[in-house]
């Protein structure tokens, strides 16, 4: 089993719509999960970070962790085509090492 | 804001030579990263450094090897490059006084080996 897992998309969502983002994780014993945002051919840029579990939220963001089932899940409320990106989920493992998923490729259509 | 700088954004080696990548934060961060990020394989941790001095294998370390000095500049280094390193290689830096932990990339170096 992958350590971290995301669908690799790309997922396409009308301008205005809510995306919904989906992440799991194989280590119960993580503690701490990123959501990143990569630009083509840009670094990754941290979005947002939620340790607890429940739901987050940051503007138009909301992050949802969900630790019994292993689930991380970003939502981005009122799609911009500023949004198309490349969305990585990040975990971090039991020796404090962050893992990345593979990132799921966001489109949002005008 | 934290700045974390690459020193190359682009860079073209020819097979065998010695490549230094170099990573400069400035923001007193504890920990810095290197990770390679090739598609479909998303990203993948050579090596890190928790102080100066320091430094652990990551999952991918063959064909790689890192310095710290300083704690500021986290220099990785291909002993021999070979065409399978070409990649987009990217520093990151974190620390245990942030709130979040999260890592800050720099704007990576693309590396190509001919």
């Known amino acids: 089993q992958k350590e971290v897992e995301q669908n690799s998309g790309p997922l396409s969502v009308p301008e205005g719509a809510i995306a919904s983002l989906n992440c799991t994780y194989s280590d119960r014993g993580s503690q701490s999960f990123f959501w990143y945002r990569q630009y083509s051919g840009k670094s990754p840029e941290l979005i947002m970070f939620?340790?607890?579990?429940g739901d987050k939220e940051d503007g138009r963001f909301t992050a949802q962790l969900n630790k019994a089932s292993q689930y991380v899940s970003l939502l981005i409320r009122d799609s911009q085509p500023s949004d198309s990106a490349t969305y990585l989920c990040a975990v971090t493992r039991r020796d404090d090492k962050i893992i990345f998923g593979k990132g799921t490729r966001l489109h949002i259509l005008p | 804001d934290v700045k974390v700088t690459q020193s190359s954004r682009y860079l073209v080696k020819r097979t065998g030579e010695k490549v230094f990548l170099e990573c400069v934060q400035d923001m007193d961060h504890e920990n810095m990263f290197w990770y390679r990020q090739d598609p479909g394989l998303g990203l993948r941790l050579i090596y890190f450094s928790y102080d100066v001095k320091m430094k652990e294998k990551g999952d991918i370390p063959e064909g790689y090897s890192v310095s710290r000095e300083k704690k500021e500049r986290f220099s990785l280094i291909l002993e021999s490059a070979s065409t399978n390193q070409t990649s987009m290689y990217l520093c990151?830096?974190?620390?245990?006084?942030?709130?979040?932990?999260?890592?800050?990339f720099g704007s990576g170096t693309r590396l190509t080996v001919v």
């Open positions: 939620i340790y607890s579990n």
């Open positions: 990151a830096s974190s620390s245990y006084g942030d709130d979040n932990y999260g890592y800050t």
